[in-house]
Nanobody, 127 residues
Framework: QVQLVESGGGLVQPGGSLRLSCAAS????????VGWFRQGPGKEREGVSY???????????HYADSVKGRFTISRDNAKNTVYLQMNSLKPEDTAVYYC?????????????????WGQGTQVTVSS
């Protein structure tokens, strides 16, 4: 069964950090580009970051301007997992965060090409 499961969300104070995990089962995540998206209250889903597959674009990483320098995406192929390390969190980062896998291996900041999606994990940044 193909599945993506996010974890690591929670409540954190402004300036704090969280690490989100996206664990895959039923397929090899390294062959896919993996994107992180978020959807805040009353907002559209937006791309946060993505990492290309190792065989396409050499695993390059990409970030939205709003998170550049604060968030880092990475893979652990042995664990079939992609991470999103989020530092210096701001209240405007509050959202449900989703990971998604793109079989083209290329990845993009728009959600349309992605084949598989996780169920989401809530991140709340508040004092």
């Amino acid at each position: 069964q193909v599945q993506l499961v996010e974890s690591g969300g929670g409540l954190v104070q402004p300036g704090g950090s969280l690490r989100l995990s996206c664990a895959a089962s039923g397929f090899t995540l390294d062959y896919y580009a993996v994107g992180w998206f978020r959807q805040g209250p009353g907002k559209e889903r937006e791309g946060v970051s993505y990492i290309s597959s190792s065989g396409s674009s050499d695993g390059s990483t990409h970030y939205a301007d709003s998170v550049k320098g604060r968030f880092t995406i990475s893979r652990d192929n042995a664990k079939n997992t992609v991470y999103l390390q989020m530092n210096s969190l701001k209240p405007e980062d509050t959202a449900v965060y989703y990971c998604a896998a793109d079989s083209s291996g290329i990845g993009t900041m728009i959600p349309i090409p992605y084949d598989y999606w996780g169920q989401g994990t809530q991140v709340t940044v508040s004092s």
